[in-house]
């Protein structure tokens, strides 16, 4: 019953910037308990990576392409995820997915469109 949704993407002009959402439901599935949160995400014709990930401990990781532009944090009282990212650039348009690792299970959100276009 774990269910991940993903929010707030769109269209958005190169330099722009836009804050995504995963908020995380399920009996017993706290987002501050869990081993790590993260985003991923997939653009046109390429393989998904991992953006950023948080864990449990809050120990946050970002992929060198968007090292310095990226941020993820969480409000666990809200049992949600969020990834801002500043200095968006055509390369960062993708399908961007919530994933939650918890007792060896991997959990993925639905995912939203971002696109970063003129």
């Known amino acids: 019953q774990v269910q991940l949704v993903e929010s707030g993407g769109g269209l958005v002009q190169p330099g722009g910037s836009l804050r995504l959402s995963c908020v995380a439901s399920?009996?017993?599935?706290?987002?501050?308990?869990?081993?790590?949160m993260g985003w991923y995400r997939q653009g046109p014709g390429k393989q998904r990576d991992m953006v950023a990930t948080i864990t449990r401990g809050g120990s946050t990781s970002y992929s060198d392409s968007v090292k310095g532009r990226a941020t993820i944090s969480r409000d666990s009282a809200k049992n949600t995820v969020y990834l801002q990212i500043d200095s968006l650039k055509p390369e960062d348009t993708a399908v961007y997915y919530c994933?939650?690792?918890?007792?060896?299970?991997?959990?993925w959100g639905q995912g939203t469109q971002v696109t970063v276009s003129s």
């Open positions: 994933r939650a690792v918890a007792y060896q299970y991997v959990y």
């Open positions: 399920g009996t017993g599935f706290f987002i501050n308990t869990v081993d790590t």
